[in-house]
């Protein structure tokens, strides 16, 4: 047996814990589990009382839930793992090396072992992926009566009790659903089918997105979403803190990867120094070999750029401004492609109204640089030259096709990136913002060779 295995009653570290946090909520010790080593939350979970601690453990707040089992007893592990809720379970197991898993897997009872093998069978960020088998159903005979005796009996081992579904006595597909405040209104003698919702129920599919999921649930406005197969049998529910997790989860790592970086995968505070450079080096290096084509780009115009050195003044306001229009479209396009409100087959109708788009706002910042070059030159606060007038309507015209470019470039990229199946997140600010550099630079200088041709040029 493993010497760092700790017993699930070595309660000194466990009653010291609760004595310094007594009056402490659930999710206060959750938070102060999470500051402590594997080892200490490890002694300190296994000495509270099992109810206690299966709570906190089913909380997906609580970091390290598998090292922690991992380290105790198969016995108490099992014992614990039996408490927990089958979908939380499914989520913990797939967190260990196969060794651990297979060893955790085997300590627990067929009937679990079978409704957590199942889970874990559907693909992650599905309806099946994130749903529990815990919940409350009835047959369609039942009284009122009957299913409160029922749901008082199993109360503490269903993940909720607000909806109840019921189901055909032969084919145990999905009739109705019934909430709980009706069933509590309702008469005893009646039948079930008295309180029961009107209408189809909804339900999803177990492979349906988990933002399609989210989106039943806000549309229809549920507590709980139920997941039926093909014959309308209830497989599972899908909680709407699951889905609040799952959410959080995956806003955390599109951030991240919107930052221009990989998702930690970790809390800030947690991963390592070197796992933090691993994260973070690749994308930096990637995002300076794509600004190395920024520096090539002003090698190439080099002649130019000794011929009219005012040139070199503008060009942090131009390299910026395509960057930040970019960075704009290519953020709500993310973001209303995650919300469903944009579909991979829209983007000609994106294109359509980010062209006009990036027109108005190129000659809105056109403007404001050309009045900027008009004021300081009247000033006497700078002299840009005797064809000051025309270098003026140069960062005119090349904010307009810098800007434009520069909308189009960042709102299209997501639809690229979805199209070749890969997470649009990816098309992150920097990355767009180096793109847009390079071209930006280009724009400028073709623009100020067609303008200033024959006169600085």
């Known amino acids: 047996m493993n010497i760092n295995r700790f017993p699930l009653r070595a309660g000194h570290a466990a009653r010291a814990f609760i004595n310094n946090s007594r009056g402490a909520t659930i999710a206060e010790h959750v938070d102060a589990l999470n500051a402590l080593t594997v080892q200490d939350a490890g002694r300190v979970l296994s000495g509270m009382p099992m109810d206690y601690a299966v ?21 108490d592990a099992a014992r ?29 009872d067929e009937p679990v072992r079978i409704a957590i093998q199942h889970l874990m069978g559907y693909p992650p960020r599905t309806a ?7 919940f409350v159903s009835v047959p369609v005979s039942w009284t009122v009566a009957q299913t409160l005796d029922h749901v008082r009996q199993v109360e503490r081992s269903r993940e909720t009790v607000y909806a109840i579904y019921v189901l055909d006595e032969v084919s145990h597909a ?24 009107k209408g189809t129920p909804v339900s999803a599919d177990p492979l349906m997105k988990q933002e399609d999921v989210a989106r039943l649930i806000r549309k229809h406005d549920l507590l709980a979403l139920p997941v039926t197969n093909e014959h309308g049998q209830v497989l599972g529910i899908v909680t709407v803190d699951d889905v609040i997790d799952t959410m959080i989860s995956d806003t955390t790592e599109a951030a991240q990867k919107f930052g221009g970086m990989e998702a930690l995968g970790q809390p800030y505070m947690k991963i390592s120094f070197a796992g933090m450079i691993r994260k973070r080096a690749g994308w930096l290096a990637a995002l300076f070999l794509g600004e190395m084509l920024t520096a090539s780009a002003m090698q190439h115009f080099e002649g130019e750029l000794e011929k009219a050195v005012v040139l070199t003044l503008f060009i942090p306001l131009i390299m910026s401004s395509g960057g930040n229009s970019g960075s704009q479209a290519t953020s709500l396009i993310i973001r209303a492609l995650a919300l469903g409100e944009l579909k991979l087959s829209d983007w000609w109708k994106v294109l359509l ?60 990229l997501p639809f690229v990136l979805q199209k070749l199946r890969l997470d649009p997140a990816s098309a992150s600010a920097p990355f767009v913002a180096t793109l847009v550099d390079v071209t930006g630079l280009v724009i400028y200088f073709s623009v100020a060779l067609l303008i200033l041709s024959g006169t600085l040029l």
Do not use: K
């Not at 709570?55 to 016995?75: C, T």
């Not at 099946?128 to 815990?134: F, K, P, S, Y």
């Not at 009739?175 to 008295?194: F, K, N, Y």
């Not at 640089?369 to 002299?383: K, N």
């Open 353 to 412: 109204r980010e062209l006009p788009t990036g027109i108005v706002l190129g000659a809105i910042l056109g403007l404001v640089g050309f009045m900027r070059i008009v004021f300081w030159q009247s000033a006497g606060l700078y002299d840009y030259g005797p064809h000051w007038q025309m270098v003026a309507i140069t960062v005119f015209a090349a904010l307009i096709g810098i800007v434009t470019f520069g909308s189009i470039c960042g709102s299209m």
């Open 128 to 134: 099946g992926g994130i749903m529990t088998t815990e």
């Open 174 to 197: 999905l009739m109705h659903v019934v909430t709980l405040r009706r069933l509590i209104t309702g008469e005893p003698d009646a039948s079930i089918l008295s309180v029961a919702q």
């Open 55 to 75: 709570n906190i453990l089913d909380r997906p707040e609580l970091r390290n839930a598998a090292q922690i089992l991992a380290l105790m007893s198969d016995e």
């Open 80 to 108: 614990l793992l039996h408490g927990m809720s089958n979908d939380r379970v499914a989520d913990v197991l797939l967190e260990l090396d196969g060794e651990t898993r297979a060893r955790l897997f085997s300590s627990l």
